[in-house]
């Protein structure tokens, strides 16, 4: 039961942004888009999270179109410590028990 | 020191036997969850808690049981342990639901039933 859909892995070289655009049409419309980042035997970290339009922090960026069926994250001038696993998580519902992560990106950067 | 911790970071257990994984978090969050990671499956939502004594199922909650006594605490049991839950185990807390509030997860726990 797909609830996002996500490329499987992506390489960039270094200094470069990446950018990772996640599929979720059935979002429902009082949801948010969150994305998380993990490493190699740790839990999962909190990157980004946005409800429409364009979110920035200090390490990305979240582009929302208006229909909200996807989304994009974008990390700018990637470094090699930004290898690992982008994960997109999106509920379809009311509950948390409907919030489901996307299958997850490998990015791997490149020297 | 305040945050999520796990224990036991690694554990192997024989087919049939009981397991308990514990969490423990540090700040009163209101909601924790239990994910299992696959490889070919990301994440998957076990069971949550919206609240001391308030659990439900998640997306793959066969198997499993979780209880919520005490806020900060959330252990996830496996009654009778088989191979297809030898997998990774992560806590998770936050503040709110996980879709609008930033989750803090633990560091995960390693579990291998043979």
């Known amino acids: 039961l797909a609830k996002t859909t996500q490329p499987i892995s992506m390489d960039s070289y270094e200094g470069q942004e990446v950018n990772i655009t996640c599929s979720h049409n059935?979002?429902?419309?009082?949801?948010?888009i969150t994305w998380y980042q993990q490493f190699p035997s740790q839990g999962p970290r909190f990157i980004i999270q946005g409800y429409k339009t364009k979110v920035t922090n200090e390490v990305a960026s979240l582009f929302i179109p208006a229909d909200r069926k996807s989304s994009t994250l974008s990390l700018p001038r990637v470094s090699l410590s930004d290898t690992a696993v982008y994960y997109c998580?999106?509920?379809?519902?009311?509950?948390?028990?409907?919030?489901?992560f996307g299958t997850g990106t490998r990015l791997t950067v490149i020297p | 020191d305040a945050g999520i911790t796990q224990s036991p970071r690694y554990k192997i257990t024989e087919t049939g036997r009981q397991v308990t994984l514990m969490c423990h978090q540090t700040?009163?969050?209101?909601?924790m969850f239990w994910y299992r990671q696959d490889l070919g499956h990301g994440l998957r939502l076990i069971y949550y808690?919206?609240?001391?004594?308030?659990?439900d199922k998640g997306e793959v909650p066969d198997g499993y049981v979780v209880s919520r006594s005490k806020t900060e605490n959330f252990p996830l049991t496996l009654e009778s342990a088989t191979r297809s839950q030898t997998s990774v185990y992560f806590c998770a807390s936050s503040e709110s639901r996980v879709e609008d509030t930033e989750a803090f997860f633990g560091q995960g726990t390693r579990l291998t039933v043979v």
């Open positions: 998580l999106v509920g379809d519902g009311a509950g948390a028990n409907n919030l489901f």
């Open positions: 059935n979002i429902a419309t009082n949801d948010y």
């Open positions: 700040w009163s969050h209101s909601y």
């Open positions: 808690s919206a609240a001391a004594d308030i659990t």
